[in-house]
């Protein structure tokens, strides 16, 4: 597969949820609150696809305005996550604040390459997901894959 990455994510044995992720040489935890039966150790999995969200959006924009040499000083997206029941589309609102000296040409073109951002566009097309059931013994050792597949693609999504 082209630009392929992958990401290992397994139980940790602590607390009923508590998983966690590696990616390359870095691993984090992915939990639930502790209202929900979690240990509360780390952000749910829908945080993580808001904030996978929010980070691309926020650096496909710094791409973009560097490549330009636009005066922006900072980028934050608030990613507001909800979908009324588990038929229902999701929906994904951000909210994006420019700061910088940028005019309103820039602004809003920074805005068109916001809908850019590839981690936007996999969300928007909507994505298939395949399940491959492995052996069930031995667990196999897999080996976190790290890629630039992500930036290959902030980098197309920036090209005029």
């Not at 984090?28 to 969200?53: H, K, M, Q, R």
């Not at 000083?73 to 909800?82: F, L």
């Not at 390459?113 to 052996?135: F, K, M, Q, Y």
Request: overall charge negative.
């Amino acid at each position: 597969m082209a630009n392929s990455e992958t990401t290992i994510v397994a139980e940790t044995g602590l607390g009923k949820y508590q998983v966690e992720a590696r990616v390359g040489d870095a691993a984090f935890l992915i939990d639930e609150p502790v209202a929900a039966g979690g240990l509360g150790t780390g952000p749910n999995p829908y945080n993580l696809l808001s904030a996978a969200l929010g980070a691309c959006t926020t650096m496909t924009i710094r791409l973009y305005a560097n490549r330009k040499g636009w005066p922006l000083a900072r980028v934050q997206v608030a990613v507001k996550h909800s979908r009324a029941d588990l038929n229902a589309r999701d929906v994904f609102q951000m909210e994006i604040a420019l700061e910088g000296d940028l005019d309103d040409v820039q602004r809003a073109r920074l805005m068109e390459i916001a809908e850019r951002c590839p981690v936007h566009l996999t969300l928007a097309r909507g994505s298939e997901v395949r399940n491959v059931l492995l052996p069930a013994q031995p667990v196999p050792k897999l080996h976190p894959i790290d890629s630039p597949a992500h930036m290959t693609c902030m980098v197309e999504a920036c090209a005029d």
